[in-house]
């Protein structure tokens, strides 16, 4: 489970003796195609690494209509609301093939940022930096949706 850890961007360049604690409350987990592996509005009990396959996240925006904001890849961590109060999802996550998870205890994990604060400070900071570009890319999507006038897209 370490060389899984190791090899995922966000891991890259965490100390071993880390990953290997992280891996002692993390459990593997398989989802077959089209399984959900949380409800929007759950309870957050988990943050979840990508090993192989991939989860579309989305959500509901009309009875029978789901719309897809993003496509979690290999090596990718999702779940992230389990590790941020109020603790529950803002968004449904289900396998877009047979997928293998690496899910990660977020109780645990927070006990451990906060026992191990320069480590944690590394880790939040990388959670922030992936906010930001799911943010930038969720802005992208949008700029796409809108009409464009002479002056750029227009909000109107």
């Known amino acids: 489970?370490?060389?899984?850890?190791?090899?995922?961007?966000?891991?890259?360049?965490?100390?071993?003796?880390?990953?290997a604690d992280i891996a002692a409350f993390a459990e593997r987990r398989?989802?077959?195609?089209?399984?959900?592996?949380f409800e929007r509005d759950a309870e957050a009990r988990f943050v979840y690494l990508v090993v192989k396959g991939r989860v579309r996240q989305g959500f509901?925006?009309?009875?029978?209509?789901?719309?897809?904001?993003?496509?979690?890849?290999p090596g990718g961590l999702f779940g992230l609301p389990a590790l941020i109060p109020p603790r529950a999802h803002n968004?449904?996550?289900v396998a877009s093939e047979r997928t293998e998870l690496i899910a990660i205890d977020a109780d645990r994990l927070l006990e451990y940022l906060e026992e191990h604060p320069r480590f944690g400070f590394l880790f939040m900071e990388r959670i922030a930096k992936l906010y930001q570009r799911?943010?930038?890319?969720?802005?992208?999507?949008?700029?796409?949706?809108?009409?464009?006038?002479?002056?750029?897209?227009?909000?109107?």
């Open 134 to 156: 799911r943010l930038n890319n969720c802005r992208l999507q949008v700029v796409h949706l809108l009409p464009v006038g002479e002056s750029g897209p227009l909000l109107d």
């Open 60 to 73: 509901e925006v009309g009875p029978g209509r789901d719309v897809w904001f993003q496509t979690i890849e």
């Open 1 to 19: 489970m370490i060389e899984d850890l190791q090899r995922a961007e966000f891991f890259q360049g965490f100390d071993e003796k880390a990953l």
């Open 91 to 93: 968004i449904r996550s």
């Open 30 to 37: 398989t989802c077959e195609k089209g399984e959900t592996i």
